[in-house]
Each structure stands twice: as C-alpha cells, then as structure tokens.
C-alpha cells in the first residue's frame, strides 16, 4: 500500500510505559473473543490519560519501536453489504480484511464476525505479504468458512478489494488480568480515487475486555470520553471517501474525527471536509502491486 509514512511526535505517549516484548504478549491469552468498546479522543484528553495508564499497563515494545504500522485492505462486494450490513446494524455482519503488520513483515486474512452477547470473533490465516486484488481460493474458503460456521448461512459475497488503510497503532497490555487497548493514529484512507489523511490530533481508542467494563474504560469515562457506538474503520473510510450514499448512522463517530465542514443532519457527501482530500490519484492503490 503506497501511503507516505511521516514522522510522528509520539513520545508522551510512549515513552514512560513499562515494556512488555512480543514473546511475553504472545504467551498471554490472545483475546480473539472479547467486547470491545472505541472511543474517539482528542489529544488532549489522552495526554491526561497517560499517568493513570502507566500504572495498569505496559506497551508493546519491539526493537525499542512502539507505535508500528498497520496496512489493511477490507474487501466487499459490488453491492457493499458488508458496510451496509454494519450500517443497518445487523447482527450477523462479517468483515474480511488483509491485514499487513509491516514492521513484523507478517500479513494475515482476518475474518470477524459477532458471536454471543455481541462479542467480536475474529479468525485469522496467514497470507502472502504482497497486497492482491482479489482472495485467493483458499482464502476465499476460509472466509466461507468462518462464516457458515458462525451463522448457519452461506456465504454469498462476491468479494474484491474496497479500501486502504494505514495507520500507526500502539498496543497497551495490563499488567494483571487479560485487559488490552489499543491507541490508533494518523489514519490514511485510500482507493483509486484518492487519499484523505485525519492527522495526529485525535485518537481511536479501543478497550478490549471480557466484560468491557475494564480500567481503561474506567478511565475513559472519568475524562469524559463515551463509547462510541459506530466507530468501524472501514465504513468510516467508505462513508468519508465518497464510496458509499448513506452514512447517517456514522455521522456523530465522523464529527468527532474531524471529518466533517458542517453540523447539518443528513448525508450527503457535501458534508466531507474537502481540504483533507491529499491527492485526486493514488498510483499503485487496489492494483496487487506497490506504487514506485
């Protein structure tokens, strides 16, 4: 995926945690199933937040790097059910993303769909590192799969890739019980159209647990941040990039980004700050190959 990755000033937010090494977040119980809870924080906010997190939490520490990039590309099909499954509120929705780990090198298909009580299960295969147009047969039966077993339906989606995103994620992991967060930013929304960048401002915020009512979303309210309820990554990109004509339901989770010029009810794709539209062509974006 062809997003320039710039520097970012990170370090207040980084630089005081105790670590924890991969090897060791490995060894803890992976959190597959779990409720998770997202929140959009200014930075502000956060950089309150820090102290308090320091003494439940350590971050993930590799090769003395902490804020690492994530490339993923969702896949739909041409009637975008999976946003609008998500937009309706279904609860039997499904994504299938490729997700690279790019400092790691390692590239996963990672199917989520919602399982008892709402929680998110997410089932993964290793793929090639190359980003590709279309899935492969074997991901494809994964990714049918995963899905009948799930809910007892077939799986009739004629998928290709949708939507680019990249962003810088940090990961803090509790140093008693399975509690994890992770802290998004600088998300970059790409198709064939263009690129929209949200700048270093503001932060998704995940709480995962297994009740979600953990620390950090203790902490969280007591600064004053809620829940937000319609946060999912990709159909924010969809909604913000032009790729879709109903977004309402996502138009409180897109105030909060900063995404969108106006405070007017409604839809339209008028609404979407124009100025962070970074270029009209993306070289290289939905092709199965990089931009030079």
């Not at 597959?32 to 937040?49: G, M």
């Not at 804020?67 to 279904?90: P, V």
């Not at 039997?92 to 998110?120: C, H, I, N, P, Q």
């Not at 802290?183 to 647990?209: C, H, P, W």
Request: net charge positive; glycine share 8%.
């Amino acid at each position: 995926m062809s997003i320039h990755d710039p520097n970012l000033d990170l370090d207040w937010l980084i630089s005081d945690f105790s670590p924890i090494s991969l090897q060791e977040l490995n060894e803890t119980a992976e959190m597959l199933s779990r409720i998770d809870n997202k929140y959009v924080v200014p930075r502000a906010a956060l950089q309150s937040l820090v102290p308090a997190l320091q003494g439940e939490f350590r971050i993930l520490d590799i090769d003395q790097r902490r804020a690492f990039t994530y490339d993923t590309r969702y896949f739909d099909d041409a009637e975008r059910s999976a946003y609008f499954e998500h937009h309706q509120g279904l609860r039997k929705g499904f994504k299938v993303r490729v997700r690279r780990y790019a400092d790691a090198g390692l590239s996963f298909l990672e199917v989520k769909v919602k399982g008892k009580r709402g929680m998110t299960e997410k089932f993964r295969l290793p793929q090639d590192a190359e980003p590709v147009e279309q899935l492969s047969d074997e991901a494809m039966r994964f990714a049918r799969h995963t899905y009948c077993g799930q809910y007892e339906k077939p799986f009739e989606y004629d998928l290709k890739a949708a939507m680019d995103i990249r962003y810088k994620r940090i990961t803090l992991v509790a140093k008693t019980g399975g509690e994890r967060m992770t802290i998004d930013t600088d998300l970059r929304f790409q198709t064939k159209n263009g690129t929209m960048s949200l700048g270093t401002d503001v932060f998704i915020v995940e709480a995962k647990s297994a009740l979600g009512r953990g620390f950090a979303d203790a902490q969280l309210r007591r600064a004053k941040q809620r829940p937000t309820k319609k946060c999912s990554k990709y159909c924010i990109a969809m909604a913000a990039m032009g790729e879709v004509d109903r977004y309402n339901r996502f138009l409180p989770t897109m105030r909060k980004l900063g995404l969108i010029a106006s405070g007017r009810p409604g839809g339209g794709c008028s609404e979407i700050r124009p100025e962070l539209r970074l270029n009209v062509a993306a070289p290289g974006h939905l092709s199965g190959r990089r931009a030079a």
